[in-house]
């Protein structure tokens, strides 16, 4: 619901920024008090405020032992935590509200803050670690544990219209918070300052739900659809090398090197899968593969009918940020006239790659990629993928990303009328007359992006492309990009 990464993002910049002025401010102790309360919002750090952060020079304070750093942060921020938390709240709200509507999940038609108070205990941090002072810049990673009395209530629309206020009680975080400050030579001397979650160790969020006037049981579903969201956004928007970029001076200066790029494209080949699970009470499972590096850019298979040990023979195209943290997720699922299940999931790390070589894998099927929860321990099969990753040349790079850009926008469009339910829809392949496809995919026949059946014309005018009719069968070995995925 982007509620408790947008208290990440809001606690993470401010803190971010005060750990930088205390840091500071310990080199002129006299003011460094009255000088860290004057920090009423972020929006107010303007010029001035940052003309004292670096003095003539760039800050000197980054070469301070840890446990200094450390213990002043945490005395600074116990201080300045009211006006942080304000200041989060305004974030939270002006940066949460256009994730909401990106990931919100179909069964929920609005979400919105009731009550956002952060409460009263600051966050502590418990360890500092300067990574690199690269020229112009400087990383540093914080760990940050926060169990504050934080007071927030949502209010969730459904599709029924009906209004449900959900309290989040006990909120509580533990994560890694990667920042980046990006130093100018003249003043302001801090331009911009980078945000995100590293992924080791795992961000820990926990909370709890509670329907305020009666009990969430009453709505199933919604309180894994919450979750759901919440582990979506917190993954995709700030997990690293996902970042929050907030400029800073209000000085017009180039963003874009420190902006997330596409770096590279991995070609999938599903060859096939072997030794599947059947879940089917009468025949057999009818799988196909779900796959994808950002979840946002989910791609599906054909399905292949009562078949165990399927061919798929598809090819799919997926743009990279971040080749060494970023992972393949393939998913095998059975397609049921009711809801389709869970065969099976593999991740696989993209740093195994060697750029621009071909090479096939096959990989053991698990029931969970939460390898915590994994109780039943049954041979799922295996799935056999040949991958090729490809960095990009400039030039690509730059078209790869207005391709994306374009896709996103036909797809929040496509949701906007109707024609799916969420834009976390895998787009793929059109096969056999799926139910799938309709009214929940963005099936891909031809060259264009469109739905089977009914709704196609509408969405071949909606996303203003062209839409090939008739059979509508995927040519085995055909490259996602042509397969109406391009981005
Ligand atoms: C997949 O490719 C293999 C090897 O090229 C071929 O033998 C097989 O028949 C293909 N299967 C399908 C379903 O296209």
């Known amino acids: 619901m982007g509620l408790v990464s947008g208290i990440f993002l809001g606690v993470v910049v401010g803190v971010a920024l005060v750990a930088l002025l205390n840091q500071s401010f310990k080199l002129r102790s006299k003011q460094r008090i009255a000088k860290a309360a004057d920090i009423k919002l972020l929006g107010d750090l303007v010029q001035d405020d940052l003309k004292k952060l670096c003095g003539a020079n760039y800050p000197s304070w980054i070469s301070f032992p840890e446990f200094e750093r450390v213990k002043w942060l945490n005395k600074q921020l116990a201080k300045i935590w009211p006006y942080v938390a304000m200041a989060a709240s305004g974030v939270i709200k002006e940066v949460v509200e256009p994730m909401l509507e990106q990931y919100r999940p179909p069964g929920i038609a609005a979400l919105k803050f009731e009550k956002l108070f952060l409460g009263n205990v600051a966050p502590q ?12 810049q400087i990383t540093m990673d914080l760990d940050f544990r926060w169990g504050g009395d934080a007071s927030i209530i949502l209010g969730i629309q459904t599709l029924v219209g009906a209004s449900l206020p959900i309290q989040l009680k006990n909120v509580q975080f533990f994560a890694t918070v990667r920042t980046i400050f990006q130093l100018a030579e003249d003043i302001p001397c801090i331009s911009a300052v980078v945000v995100a979650l590293l992924a080791k160790p795992k961000p820990e969020v926990k909370y709890l739900l509670k329907l305020i006037g009666g009990s969430l049981t009453a709505v199933p579903g919604l309180s ?28 017009p200066i180039d963003l874009s090197e420190l902006e997330l790029k596409l770096e590279g494209r991995l070609t999938v080949s599903v060859i096939g899968a072997k030794s599947l699970k059947n879940l089917e009470v009468f025949g057999k499972s009818d799988p196909y593969v779900v796959l994808y590096a950002r979840i946002l850019f989910k791609y599906k298979t054909k399905v292949v009918d009562n078949n165990l040990n399927p061919e798929w023979n598809e090819t799919f195209e997926l743009d990279i940020e971040d080749q060494e943290t970023q992972t393949l997720v393939l998913q095998v699922m059975d397609q049921d006239i009711t809801e389709d299940k869970f065969l099976g999931v593999v991740s696989f790390p993209l740093a195994k790659l060697t750029p621009e070589e071909t090479k096939e894998f096959t990989l053991n099927l698990l029931p969970s990629l ?10 799922r099969g295996t799935i056999t993928v040949k991958l090729n990753y490809h960095i990009f040349t400039k030039e690509e790079q730059a078209a790869a990303m207005a391709a994306e850009k374009e896709f996103l926008e036909q797809k929040k469009r496509a949701k906007e009328a109707g024609l799916i339910g969420s834009t976390l829809d895998a787009v793929g392949a059109v096969g056999g007359a799926g ?27 909606l996303v203003g492309r062209s839409v090939q009719l008739g059979g509508a069968s995927m040519r085995g070995q055909s490259p996602g990009r042509e397969n109406g995925m391009s981005r």
Request: glycine letters at 18%; hydrophobic letters at 40%; charged letters at 25%.
């Open 224 to 251: 894994d659809m919450i979750k759901d969201m919440v582990e979506n956004i917190l993954v995709d928007t700030l997990q690293w090398p996902h970042r929050i970029v907030v400029p800073i001076g209000g000085l």
């Open 125 to 136: 941090c418990e360890g500092i670690r300067v990574q690199s002072q690269k020229k112009g």
């Open 370 to 379: 939460d390898t915590a929860h994994v109780v039943d321990k049954k041979d």
């Open 435 to 461: 139910k799938a496809l309709v009214g929940t995919g963005i099936g891909a026949v031809g060259t264009g992006l469109g739905m089977v059946g009914s709704g196609l014309g509408k969405a071949g005018k």
